[in-house]
């Protein structure tokens, strides 16, 4: 399972192509986790669920988000943006997973999904005070729930092939960096939702 993981977090830093200008993000603090998952619980659902409809929505789960190093050259702030994977959905035709983020629903379905979080990181070289007294680093904590909506009406003893997909990363606005310093996080358990047949 761990190599599998592995294999999926490798994917979804090359799918990204990210650029060389970013900042990074840790769990917790500087040098923290970066990698970081949710599992969804084995559950059934009816066959005669709605089209649309959440069927899975997890607790609020606090992040402590810690990022530092913005290498703009020019000087300028750098947005903190929560990004929702380009993957998100895109290889199950049933499920459609998601996260809500300040009351706002994010699934990526029509492409990659920088959500801003209000939070930014200054250049040392500008002496910039957008994050409140120390200009290169900053800590917040992002509230999210994530979440798996029913795209379409799946068959009867439907499962997923699916047993994780990366789901978001917090990363710079511009783009993700390519040294993997984003805390990304994982959902599991795509495989754990079966289908009642009610008929």
Known sequence: MKLVLSFILLMFTVCWSPGTL???????????PVDKSVTIPSFAIPSTIGTGEKIWVSPIIKVPVYCDNNTQPDGQDEKI??????????SDPYL?????????DHDAEGGPDAVDTGQCVGSASSGSQCTGGTPTSRRFVARIRFYVRLKQRPPHDYVSTLSAIPL???AGYDDVSSNGHNLKYTLTGLNNIRVLDCG
């Open 22 to 32: 970013a900042i990074d993000c840790y769990y917790g603090g500087k040098g923290g």
């Open 81 to 90: 943006a929560l990004w929702v994977s380009p993957q998100s959905g895109a």
């Open 96 to 104: 459609q997973p998601g996260i809500t983020f300040e009351g706002a």
């Open 168 to 170: 978001i990363a917090f």
